[in-house]
Nanobody, 124 residues
């Protein structure tokens, strides 16, 4: 049984920064790829970023490339999403998830555990 808890969301002005954290507990997870997804009001959940089991490879969705950075600290059982140059269109609930395997994963069906989400609101 793996539990994921996101934190670090909040209200920020356009151009500002936030760092989201995802703390994991229970079972094993350090050998799994991890990912971040987001869901805006009235929209479907979409892929944001993924990091492989070792932290050596990443993939980012086009809208966040160059602005967001995903990282992990396996010793602390924590995954991070550093968000810079935030835009109003980044407003969404952000979810952390554990992949079923080691490799980079960008589809929801490739993940088996999800956090409860944390709200990020960017004002203009």
């Amino acid at each position: 049984q793996v539990q994921l808890v996101e934190s670090g969301g909040g209200l920020v002005q356009a151009g500002g920064s936030l760092r989201l954290s995802c703390a994991a507990s229970g079972g094993t997870w350090s050998t799994n790829a991890m990912g971040w997804f987001r869901q805006a009001p009235g929209e479907e959940r979409e892929f944001v970023a993924t990091i492989d089991w070792s932290g050596s490879s990443t993939i980012y969705a086009n809208p966040v490339k160059g602005r967001f950075t995903i990282s992990r600290d396996n010793a602390k059982s924590t995954v991070y999403l550093q968000m810079n140059s935030l835009k109003p269109e980044d407003t969404a609930v952000y979810y952390c998830a554990r992949s079923k395997g080691r490799s980079l994963s960008i589809r929801m069906y490739q993940y088996d555990y999800w956090g409860q989400g944390t709200q990020v609101t960017v004002s203009s």
